[in-house]
């Protein structure tokens, strides 16, 4: 762990211009959509309206910072130093796992906290609009956000390793028609051919959960495994 934490330290000191951008555009993300739905028409907002913007902040930025954890292989010169460290595979991949994971949503969370907090009083102050206040949170879904960007992560992270150049343009296409071929079978499950098999779709939903994790861990192994084939 002390060589993973090396790992971290040398990442903050190489990027962290970029961690700073990222932190920047995940309270601007905040303020802009807190902004764009005030309505002092209508002061009082939907419940859902926090879940919304952190949802925003978490998969919008996450995934591109995710997709960009390994940009050292996108040049040659890069990828000879980064193969060089004196640290194992796993070591590797743990680093970036938690940078992009547990650390980039506790500050995720944190900017959140810190920007809903500030414009809710401005916005209250200014123009009378009300956001609905932490004591009445709705955290069951944000448990749920959570999970969901952990599959998204999952994702990201493999194509990070899978694409070397215009990474960001491969990954978003192979993932758009994963998408649109995830929700035609939904649509097929509850409208088409197996609308009448209840039982299936009570399988399907009662399983979906599980499903998901099991397509996480299948994902990091992939990624572990395509990180050791890179740097052998």
């Known amino acids: 762990m002390k060589r993973v934490g090396a790992l971290i330290k040398r990442d903050w000191i190489l990027y ?3 961690f700073y951008i990222g932190i920047l555009a995940l309270g601007s993300i905040c303020v802009l959509m807190m902004f764009m739905v005030s309505d002092e028409a209508d002061p009082r907002l939907p419940d859902d309206v926090p879940e919304i913007i952190f949802s925003v902040m978490l998969f919008s930025v996450g995934s591109l910072f995710t997709l960009r954890s390994f940009r050292e292989f996108k040049r040659p010169a890069d ?7 004196p640290a194992s595979h796993m070591e590797k991949f743990l680093s970036r ?6 650390i980039f949503v506790i500050v995720c969370s944190v900017v959140f906290i810190a920007s809903y907090s500030l414009f809710s009083i401005a916005a209250e102050q200014v123009w009378g609009v009300i956001f609905t206040p932490f004591g009445t949170f709705r955290w069951f ?3 749920d956000i959570i ?3 952990v599959f998204t992560h999952s994702v990201f992270l493999f194509f990070a390793l899978c694409f070397n150049s215009n990474t960001l343009v491969k990954s978003l296409l192979v993932f758009v028609v994963a998408w649109i071929l995830f929700v035609m ?3 097929y499950k509850n409208n088409g051919g197996v609308q009448a098999d209840d039982a299936f779709k009570a399988m399907i939903r009662s399983n979906q959960t599980m499903g998901m994790s099991i397509v996480i861990l299948i994902l990091w192994a992939l990624s572990y495994n395509r ?5 052998a």
């Open 97 to 102: 796992w938690i940078v992009t994971l547990p």
């Open 227 to 231: 990180l050791k084939a890179k740097t």
């Open 185 to 187: 079978f939904i649509y």
């Open 16 to 18: 962290k211009r970029n």
């Open 147 to 149: 999970f969901h960007y």
């Open 79 to 85: 990828a000879v130093t980064y193969i060089g460290i």
């Open 141 to 143: 879904f944000f448990e």
